[in-house]
């Protein structure tokens, strides 16, 4: 290996690459303005729709009751719901959100309730539906109301205490510091997003200094200059590396801010203070996050770079390479899955370690054997993976595939 | 000069099973001289002077050239070649300055004399006014003298040209056949193909008639003539090369 000539590709690449729209916006521009698009977005949006779902006064079916006016009364008196008249076609006007919800009483309530025999009242809403499922929440904190408000006059009548059908309480008390609870909050999909940012900036590098060479011509011109097979490689190779260590970086950076920005909003909203939700990710964690993702994006460079030059243009390798984004796509998401904790065995799949490692140290645990064993297995993994590339770089039948 | 000792490549394919694209060609090629290398496309020019330059590897036989075997050290021929073919284009990102000294570094030249070589090459071949022009924006005349500039920057003892006009406007094409002529003045040793009689004949020292991967003829432009009682050129290789494309079809 000649490093000299390692380092003159490399800089030729380098200056290329700074000059390329394409991959400056998969390198640069997604992982800086990712983040802070999808936290700003998703806070607006849920600002929005929650807020706009909890100021409609929601309209409300009442489905029988007529023999029962006490509870009829009690729901019509709730200025937060609007009571609507009847109709057979309650259940479509639910799903068509003419009406939120509807309560449906059964015959003889009122009498049921007065000889003191158990009734059930229905309400019928549409999940997933928030408007609907505020209004139903509405409905049930009234009917709520009117049911303790009956207990509390039974009871007075016979002259019991209100103690009588609560006689004790419970309340849950937190003991994980907030780093904790903001990490399992957040953490799961972390690990996800800078591995999946780390492949998207080596991607179109990948393709530009393998397919996008043959396409263009130059990779005969390339080969006709005394520089060796294996310093070609890994000029190219570190280029493309570059390319998705700065995504990783910048991905990383972005996140750091964006949930410091999140967690300064939330802590700031009186409305979810309460909520025990803290964004503070710390800088060890972040770095932490960042030193497990260097191995990862040597294994994606190498692999990318060498499934591409089996590609003759840059559309026959993007086609090779969006199925592979699935396979990074799958693992990555396997982490994010309740249930699925790190053990020896999955310790050494690639990137389902990384992601869930990462989802360990965001919430503070370092358990060392086990970033040990998933740095190490990363780093052989990324040793083949440039040895291939280095070995299909000296295939005939590949750079000159007709 | 050049050497070419039994040279043969195969490429195995999928459907047409083994392909004999070269087989068993020899030759010589002495400096200050011009050998051309002639036949139809197919016929096995290109995977010859791939193998010359090193960017493929014979599957049997060998090359000696400026010394140097292609098989034992490839790095070092490439080192003595230029090679230049309408397949070998430029970078489009770079300016046409940078483009030249990528080469000169790849090819181990120290920066005052990289700078003093560029000075050399760009005003010789009158490049002043683009050097600093990206590639992708140069006409295809600049972009010719940018190729030939990359090719002579290491100051080669061989060149190697594949077809360089193919597809080329005249005036392009004369720059080209001017620059070969040129390094055959300057007593390099210079091998090229093409599908144009003309530049054969105002060109060639020495000639081979190449088909089906097989030297089938060689010698000097006066010897072929003799040989076939021929002056056309392009009849002399209809006659070489006709009986076996007959035979084929």
Redesign the interface.
């Known amino acids: 290996m000649n490093l000299?000539?390692v380092g003159?590709?490399y800089r030729?690449e380098l200056?290329?690459w700074l000059?390329?729209r394409r991959t400056l916006i998969s390198t640069v521009l997604v992982p800086l303005l990712a983040f802070p698009i999808l936290i700003s977005g998703m806070i607006s949006l849920s600002t929005i729709l929650i807020g706009s779902a909890k100021k409609e006064v929601p309209k409300i079916m009442i489905i029988h009751g007529e023999d029962s006016p006490g509870v009829v009364d009690a729901l019509k008196a709730n200025k937060e719901i609007e009571v609507v008249p009847y109709a057979d076609n309650w259940k479509d006007q639910i799903s068509d959100k003419q009406i939120r919800a509807a309560v449906e009483i059964p015959e003889g309530f009122q009498a049921s309730l007065d000889k003191g025999t158990p009734q059930t009242i229905q309400i019928h809403y549409y999940e997933g539906e928030l408007k609907s499922e505020f209004g139903a929440e509405h409905v049930e904190k009234s009917l709520k109301a009117y049911r303790d408000d009956l207990v509390k006059k039974r009871l007075e009548a016979k002259n019991l205490p209100d103690s009588l059908i609560a006689p004790f309480d419970t309340k849950q008390h937190n003991v994980a510091p907030p780093e904790k609870v903001g990490g399992s909050t957040i953490g799961s999909m972390i690990g996800y997003m800078v591995i999946i940012l780390s492949m998207t900036g080596a991607i179109y590098p990948a393709i530009d200094l393998t397919a996008g060479e043959k396409e263009?011509?130059?990779m005969?011109?390339i080969?006709?200059?005394?520089?060796?097979r294996l310093d070609l490689v890994l000029g190219k190779f570190l280029l493309v590396f570059s390319a998705s260590l700065t995504t990783a970086i910048l991905s990383v950076t972005s996140m750091g801010l964006s949930f410091a920005y999140m967690g300064h909003a939330l802590s700031n909203s009186a409305n979810t203070s309460g909520a025990g939700i803290h964004m503070n990710l710390g800088l060890t964690s972040v770095v932490a996050v960042f030193l497990m993702a260097l191995p990862l994006s040597v294994l994606f460079s190498a692999v990318l770079m060498t499934v591409a030059l089996f590609a003759k243009t840059y559309k026959e390798a993007q086609s090779y390479l969006t199925p592979m984004t699935f396979i990074v796509v799958i693992p990555a998401v396997a982490s994010v899955l309740p249930g699925v904790e790190l053990n020896p065995k999955l310790a050494l799949i690639p990137i389902l370690n990384t992601s869930l490692v990462c989802k360990e140290i965001i919430t503070g645990t370092y358990h060392w054997g086990s970033i040990a064993t998933i740095f190490a297995s990363t780093c052989v993994y990324a040793a083949i993976a440039i040895f291939i590339a280095v070995k299909t770089f000296q295939r005939?039948?590949v750079l000159?595939r007709s | 000069m050049i050497d070419a000792r039994a040279l043969s490549k195969r490429?195995?394919d999928k459907k047409r099973g083994e392909i004999r694209a070269v087989e068993n060609v020899s030759f010589e090629c002495q400096p200050g001289k011009i050998y051309g290398l002639l036949g139809a496309n197919g016929a096995g020019k290109t995977t010859t002077l791939r193998m010359l330059?090193t960017?493929?590897?014979p599957t049997d036989g060998t090359a000696i050239i400026n010394g140097f075997d292609v098989v034992e050290h490839p790095?070092?021929v490439?080192?003595s070649?230029g090679?230049l073919?309408t397949?070998?284009?430029?970078?489009?990102?770079?300016t046409a300055q940078?483009m030249v000294e990528?080469?000169g570094?790849?090819?181990?030249l120290d920066e005052p004399t990289l700078k003093k070589r560029i000075d050399d090459i760009f005003s010789r071949l009158d490049m002043n006014t683009f050097r600093d022009r990206r590639c992708d924006k140069l006409s295809t005349g600049m972009k010719q003298k940018t190729s030939i500039a990359?090719t002579l920057i290491h100051d080669p003892p061989v060149m190697i040209f594949d077809e360089p006009t193919t597809g080329l406007d005249v005036m392009t094409a004369r720059t080209i056949i001017g620059f070969i002529a040129d390094c055959r003045d300057r007593g390099k040793t210079v091998i090229f193909s093409t599908h144009i009689m003309s530049e054969v004949e105002r060109l060639c020292d020495h000639i081979g008639i190449i088909h089906g991967g097989k030297l089938l003829e060689e010698g000097t432009l006066t010897e072929l003539r003799a040989k076939h009682n021929e002056h056309n050129l392009e009849e002399i290789i209809v006659k070489v090369v006709g009986p076996l494309a007959n035979a084929e079809a």
């Open positions: 000299h000539a003159v590709v030729k200056t290329e000059r390329d263009r011509g130059t005969e011109t080969l006709s200059s005394p520089v060796s005939e039948s000159f | 490429f195995q330059a960017i493929l590897e790095e070092k490439r080192a070649v090679f073919s397949a070998t284009a430029l970078y489009p990102r770079l940078e990528y080469f570094r790849l090819n181990g990359r």
